[in-house]
């Protein structure tokens, strides 16, 4: 795995608390829960780090953005997140998921969400350089978070 300057390695969890199920939707799948957990352990992870969290599961037409942050740098950044979460290895990577068809969605969201100008609360979309990262949780708990991925 690529360790170059654009690449965070956050270290391993020490234990599963962030992966808990929380109440929701009961019409959500198991695999849905599991995706929830990981955006939720994401987010957390992300705010200790000292980012802003400024949405997630955000609807741009008929894409959705994980996580919209703004990393305070430097250089501060406009932050588009994708989330990965995979239960195991069986099929690869879980950074191998994301092809030039989800990249494509990813970019075309975030420019809608640029286009729109405000962010689902109604507050302005942040006037910061963009960037698109991929951040990734295993089931043992193990973030990656990769910049400039998508």
Avoid at 1 to 13: N, V
Avoid at 51 to 59: D, G, I, P, Q, S
Avoid at 63 to 89: M, N, S, T, Y
Wanted: hydrophobic residues 40%; aromatic residues 4%.
């Amino acid at each position: 795995m690529d360790r170059s300057p654009d690449t965070c390695w956050i270290s391993p969890l020490c234990d599963d608390a962030g992966m808990a199920d929380r109440p929701g939707d009961p019409t959500r799948t198991a695999a849905q829960k599991a995706g929830d957990a990981a955006e939720e352990l994401v987010a957390s992870r992300l705010a200790e780090a000292g980012w802003t969290v400024l949405a997630r599961n955000v609807h741009v037409g008929r894409h959705e953005l994980d996580l919209v942050a703004i990393d305070p740098g430097p250089p501060a950044a406009f932050v588009v997140i994708e989330v990965r979460w995979r239960a195991g290895r069986g099929y690869g990577l879980p950074e191998e998921t994301v092809d030039h068809r989800k990249r494509a969605r990813v970019r075309a969201a975030a420019y809608g969400l640029l286009d729109r100008g405000s962010l689902p609360d109604g507050s302005a979309v942040p006037r910061l350089p963009l960037r698109f990262d991929l951040v990734v949780v295993e089931p043992e708990g193990r973030v990656r978070h990769h910049r400039h991925a998508i």
